[in-house]
């Protein structure tokens, strides 16, 4: 029996003893965080599967695990020789994992889900579903507790202060903009789990969990008090010493003590279904009155304020010094990388700036048939060596004292075919005429999202991971609530806002492409008709020359490429050695 398989076994044993018949692992955290610690990394743990998103259900006789597109191949890789199934979601003939549970388990079952790591609105979901169907859902205890040997303890990394000149507001401030708000909803408490917002608002920066600067922690605010929940080993004595002026800390266990202190006649509690965990909800006392919405703090720190804005300038200014580097290196040294090796060499560049703290995620380098794997990871038995002729992904960011970078180029190396030439200037289209758009105020990203695909789907290609992303300020390199996808989101862009526009195609087994550059929203100009919003692009990096097939660009698109390797140039090489500025000067001549 393997590995998977005897996990297997151990958690049926839990499930047959506690008469639960089908059990869902959501792989997420008590915060519903994307990316978890790797205490929390259940999903990868039972079944194999490393990527990002993806949900696990596990009966009596099956286990399965759905994933959407993005890792589709990596999924059907990694589930080999196990007995998981593969559910590819939005394919013919595929139901979800709630619609699977409702039309193939029997009457009478208990569908069981762990209750500190499934949020409010995924029960309901699972509620709303089973109407009818006569099951019994019950929320459990971490049960990974029992049948995971040598599980990772809860992390306390040490937590650091922001700067005062990158944070526009200080976090007494940001607090009482919340009590505001909470005022009009007619509330006087808001819980708030969401790591990446409880370290906005108190312009505090963790290591927690890899890649994403946050720490493990709870925040409630009242009208005159705010209390954190959260290990107190994370803050030094000077750290402790600032956060105490203006909140009280409790210990991360002692969240249920601080919810019963909300028992007070006439407290109403606001707080995000989509965030909260169904036991944290059940801890509340229950005679208090609530209010859901989207946490107050996510929409205000995705509209990013002067400070903010001007540290994501620099860091994207900093990070493009450091990719022109490296991409003058790589393609003049006549060494020979593999994708782990470039990557590092990368990370060597970007490290070469004291303002560096490290990478935004795990660095993707997809050479060949590795670029179809949208969020591929290369191991040092996958890595391919990069000879010969291919298309390299490479997908990477920075963390960096003044903010937070993602960015996306496609290299070749060799020679490039007809069809590859074509594939990159059809995504490279999507990319230019995305952020050259004006739009009015009140558009939502998905009302945007076909103009990055409309060049694909005129020869019938496309891509099933969305055009865009939030980006954080030295935090989450994926924020919400905004994007630009083609599912509604019903979240307008507003000037302040940092998004990504990244268009790619992916062709299994050969190769992958990929264009990514950052954007922020700008009040562009009003007229009659009214206030208009535009794209600062904040990505300093070439394009792959030798890919571009000029037949295919009308004079505008030839002249939006050129302006911005002109804006490239212009702004980089006065940071650069003069060897780097010659290969920069010929990467960005003129189409």
Not at 310 to 332: C, P, Q, S, W
Request: hydrophobic share 35%.
């Amino acid at each position: 029996m393997n590995t998977i398989e005897h996990r297997l076994e151990k958690l049926r044993k839990r499930m047959a003893k506690e008469h639960i018949d089908a059990w869902i692992i959501t792989g997420s955290d008590p915060h519903s965080s994307e990316y978890v610690c790797s205490r929390w990394q259940t999903r990868s743990w039972i079944s194999g599967f490393t990527g990002s998103a993806g949900t696990v259900v596990v009966t009596r006789d099956k286990a399965l695990l759905w994933v959407d597109s993005r890792y589709f191949i990596q999924g059907e890789q990694q589930l080999r020789n196990t007995s998981f199934e593969l559910q590819k979601l939005d394919t013919p003939q595929v139901l979800d994992h709630v619609q699977w549970l409702a039309r193939t388990m029997e009457s009478g079952s208990v569908i069981g889900f762990e209750a500190s790591t499934c949020t409010v609105t995924a029960k309901r979901n699972l509620e709303r579903a089973f109407i009818g169907k006569r099951f019994e859902l019950v929320g459990t205890e971490d049960w990974f507790d029992q049948i995971w040997e040598n599980r990772p303890e809860i992390p306390h990394e040490q937590v650091v202060e922001m700067e005062d000149t990158y944070v526009g507001y200080s976090r007494k401030e940001k607090i009482e903009l919340i009590r505001k708000e909470l005022a009009q909803q007619g509330c006087t408490h808001t819980i708030i789990a969401s790591l990446d917002d409880i370290a906005w608002i108190l312009n505090l920066r963790g290591s927690d969990i890899e890649y994403n600067p946050v720490f493990l922690a709870y925040l409630i605010i009242g009208p005159d008090s705010t209390v954190l929940c959260s290990d107190g080993r994370h803050f030094s004595k000077e750290v402790y010493s600032s956060l105490s002026k203006d909140v009280s800390i409790l210990g991360y266990d002692e969240i249920d003590t601080a919810l019963k202190t909300l028992a007070s006649d006439g407290y109403r509690v606001y707080y995000s279904a989509d965030k909260i965990s169904v036991r944290l909800l059940e801890a509340l006392p229950k005679q208090v009155d609530t209010v859901e919405g989207r946490d107050i703090s996510t929409d205000l720190k995705s509209t990013k304020n002067k400070a903010e804005l001007e540290g994501m300038r620099r860091a994207h200014l900093l990070d493009g010094v450091a990719l022109v580097k490296f991409l003058a290196r790589v393609k003049t040294s006549g060494k020979t990388y593999n994708e782990i090796s470039l990557a590092e060499e990368l990370i060597r560049c970007r490290s070469e700036h004291p303002e560096y703290l490290g990478p935004s995620f795990s660095p993707i380098a997809a050479y060949r048939e590795h670029g179809a794997l949208a969020h591929y990871s290369a191991t040092e038995e996958s890595a391919h060596v990069l000879e010969g002729d291919g298309l390299l992904v490479l997908d990477t960011g920075g963390q960096y004292a003044s903010g937070t970078t993602d960015i996306t180029r496609t290299l070749l190396f060799g020679t490039a075919s007809d069809e590859m030439k074509r594939d990159y200037t059809l995504v490279l289209k999507g990319t230019i005429t995305l952020a050259a758009q004006k739009f009015p105020k009140g558009t939502y990203g998905y009302q945007l999202d076909v103009l990055a695909r409309q060049f694909l789907w005129q020869q019938g290609l496309s891509f099933g991971h969305g055009t865009g992303h939030g980006l954080g300020f030295r935090l989450n390199v994926h924020e919400g609530p905004q994007n630009i996808s083609p599912r509604p989101t019903m979240v307008s862009l507003k000037a302040g806002m940092v998004i990504s526009d990244e268009p790619g195609v992916y062709k299994e087994g050969r190769y992958g492409i990929r264009i990514e550059n950052i954007v922020a929203v700008k009040q562009a100009e009003t007229t009659e008709f009214g206030s208009f919003l535009a794209f600062e692009v904040l990505s300093f990096c070439p394009f792959e020359r030798d890919l571009i097939d000029k037949d295919l660009l009308a004079p505008n698109e030839i002249q939006m490429i050129d302006d911005y390797h002109e804006t490239v140039r212009n702004t980089l090489s006065p940071y650069l050695d003069e060897k780097t500025r010659t290969w920069l000067k010929e990467a960005t001549a003129a189409l």
